[in-house]
């Protein structure tokens, strides 16, 4: 691997590049398409269904998704925006960078996105559904958001509890680690 591709891992809350807006990527190259690879196989690890780059340490406009347990394909998505919202519907999430947070979120039920694929290609996708909701989890990672700046008011609370709990088991981490 180049320098261009650092080694990526699973970053988890409360680090910082979870809350960057993420950079436009300007050309699909093999370090990028590599790096979206890297991504499946630590969701894969990690038994997810979802992935934004900056949750590998990469501030970058990518994201990847398989839901096949769903009857879909497998996506990358580079620059993907979210260009028509609709209807509203409210599901429990996760995310692998908030391990052990649970969290009611609303949604828009069906969503357009354009993003470009791992060809370079330009493309538009109908969502709805498991679909629709993971792409609009993921997006929010690229502009720095998490799901549990979301959650229903009713869970606000309990949310906060326990990412008041990462960050200090975090804290204890690194404790350890200079000792
Ligand atoms: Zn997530």
């Known amino acids: 691997m180049g320098k261009d591709t650092p080694k990526l891992s699973l970053v988890v809350y409360p680090?910082?590049?979870?809350?960057?807006?993420?950079?436009?990527?300007?050309?699909?190259?093999?370090?990028?398409?590599?790096a979206a690879d890297a991504m499946f196989?630590?969701?894969?690890?990690?038994?997810?269904?979802?992935?934004?780059?900056?949750?590998?340490?990469?501030?970058?406009?990518?994201?990847?998704i398989d839901l096949r347990q769903d009857d879909q394909p497998i996506y990358v998505m580079i620059n993907p925006r979210i260009t028509k919202r609709e209807g509203e519907t409210e599901a429990e999430e996760g995310c692998l960078s908030l391990p052990e947070v649970f969290g009611q979120v609303k949604r828009a039920e069906r969503v357009e996105v354009a993003y470009v694929d791992r060809e370079g290609e330009e493309r538009t996708l109908l969502a709805e559904g498991l679909l629709a909701r993971a792409i609009q989890h993921e997006i929010d990672h690229l502009n720095g958001v998490l799901f549990a700046d979301r959650v229903a008011e009713a869970q606000k609370k309990l949310v906060d509890q326990k990412l008041r709990e990462l960050a200090e088991s975090a804290k204890q981490k690194s404790k350890e680690h200079a000792r």
């Open 41 to 64: 196989s630590i969701m894969y690890e990690n038994h997810g269904v979802g992935l934004a780059a900056p949750q590998v340490g990469m501030s970058k406009r990518v994201l990847v």
């Open 15 to 34: 680090a910082s590049i979870l809350r960057k807006q993420a950079t436009i990527v300007k050309t699909v190259d093999g370090p990028l398409i590599k």
